[in-house]
């Protein structure tokens, strides 16, 4: 370290309704600035110390902006603490990450313009985070803490401390409130900055939130978080003859797609798309863990010589009952497991049944891409929570990516709550919240209630 010691200029006991602390001003940093320790117990000489380095953030820490999680990690780290009887708050006097509070600002004016956190503080000249730990190790060592548990998401806090010599034996997590105010900024932080969260299908890789919010889908009845994603033309057109593959996106934002992928447990088309494209659903483009393949194959029409045989992951393939028990034991032959699902009025196969099955196979997030009538029979059967629609500047006057979906005599129209428009290369990318017209009647319903 740069510096041999810090010690505290002076403690204060601070009852807190959370539990009785001691309150500890260091100065001479080398930083030049008077960071402080919230100390509770006896830490001197001890192990394993419940420590959290926590930087200031007068926006979540003082005024409760729900921009961040900043303010939920204090005073998070203060129950744990509190738990255990035993602890330490290192509150280090570096805002937004290091940039001070003005350039935070004004990092947050063009987060509001559509960049995230860690392109606003470039755009800014900034580093995406510009903070030091040398003064929280120093501060470590006057407190005479052998070693600790850190309360952290962040794996860069934890390796600038071990290169500072302070004895990190193990990580404590802390899993944010993730709401519309602060999802992309944790998407952010764990596509762009390893923080270790769980999202529980929140992130893509370029800051999209897969996450339903509403209250109504937050809890999806036993059945995956489905997220819809496709590509389309100007015209709205997913290829130009049906049966006939069409390449629409471009390289940008098909390493998206793939990103998102990689983000899901499973990835669902129908047999259409695989007669057609002869797809592989991997992820190849970004580095992610491939999903398992679902297929849609009502007549299990299948072929034997698909590229999806040849995956690590061998397909689940979902068709109808009664089975033709014959090419049943030829694909799982081959490693593909057929699923057996009863049919709807329409002899195909259930979607609710086989989303039910789904979920008891341990899949959390599916993600459907594909084709039309694939994509129209899910947005007829509202299980869609999550659409990411890619459109390419060009006209082609081909198949519509959706079909009409009546139901009763009356046609539903779905409309995307929070949504998000980025660039990527030439394509536009537009995500968002499928929200039906009844769910918008009880969310106003409940915030009534609520007022």
């Not at 006896?42 to 005024?63: A, I, K, M, P």
């Not at 659903?281 to 999903?291: A, C, E, Y």
């Not at 995307?416 to 428009?421: G, K, T």
Request: hydrophobic share 40%; glycine share 8%; with cysteine.
């Amino acid at each position: 370290m740069k510096q041999a010691k810090m010690e505290p200029l002076t403690c204060a006991r601070i009852p807190t309704d959370t539990g009785e602390f001691k309150l500890c001003l260091f100065n001479n940093s080398p930083d030049g600035k008077e960071h402080l320790a919230l100390v509770m117990g006896d830490v001197t000489g001890q192990d394993n110390v419940l420590v959290r380095v926590h930087s200031e953030c007068f926006t979540g820490d003082v005024l409760g902006s729900r921009r961040c999680d900043c303010g939920e990690q204090l005073n998070r780290a203060m129950q744990l603490i509190a738990l255990e009887g035993r602890g330490i708050i290192l509150y280090l006097r570096q805002e937004g990450r290091g940039i001070g509070l003005l350039s935070k600002l004004r990092a947050y004016n063009l987060q509001d313009e559509g960049y995230d956190t860690v392109e606003a503080n470039l755009m800014l000249g900034h580093q995406a985070d510009e903070r030091d730990y040398t003064a929280a190790a120093l501060m470590l060592q006057s407190l005479g803490v052998r070693s600790l548990r850190l309360i952290t998401n962040n794996p860069t806090k934890i390796e600038s401390l071990q290169a500072l010599a302070v004895n990190v034996v193990d990580r404590v997590p802390l899993q944010p409130q993730i709401t519309a105010d602060n999802a992309n900024y944790l998407v952010t932080k764990v596509q762009r900055m390893r923080h270790l969260l769980e999202l529980n299908g929140w992130a893509n890789g370029n800051g999209h939130h897969v996450q339903d919010l509403t209250s109504k889908n937050n809890v999806h009845r036993q059945r995956p978080f489905i997220t819809l994603s496709y590509a389309q033309s100007m015209d709205g057109s997913i290829t130009a003859r049906r049966g006939q593959p069409l390449a629409l996106s471009g390289p940008e934002s098909m390493a998206m797609t793939h990103q998102l992928r990689a983000n899901h447990d499973a990835i669902l088309v129908g047999i259409g798309t695989v007669l057609a494209d002869d797809p592989s659903l991997t992820v190849r483009l970004v580095n992610g863990r491939n999903p398992q393949p679902v297929i849609l194959d009502s007549q299990l029409r299948f072929p034997l010589n698909a590229r999806l045989l040849k995956n690590s992951r061998r397909p689940w393939i979902a068709t109808t009952v009664p089975v033709n028990s014959a090419r049943r034991k030829q694909l799982e032959a081959t490693g593909a497991q057929v699923l057996a699902i009863a049919p709807n009025s329409q002899g195909q196969v259930d979607l609710n049944q086989l989303m039910t099955e789904l979920h008891q196979r341990g899949i959390k997030r599916l993600m459907v891409e594909g084709g039309a009538s694939v994509i129209t029979s899910f947005l007829a059967t509202r299980l869609v929570d999550r659409i990411v629609l890619t459109i390419a500047p060009v006209l082609v006057g081909g198949l519509s990516a959706v079909g009409g979906f009546a139901q009763s005599g009356s046609v539903l129209f779905p409309r995307l709550s929070n949504p998000r428009y980025e660039q990527f290369g030439e394509d536009l990318v537009l995500s968002g919240d499928v929200l039906w017209a009844e769910d918008k009647a009880e969310i106003r319903r409940q915030k009534a209630e609520v007022g």
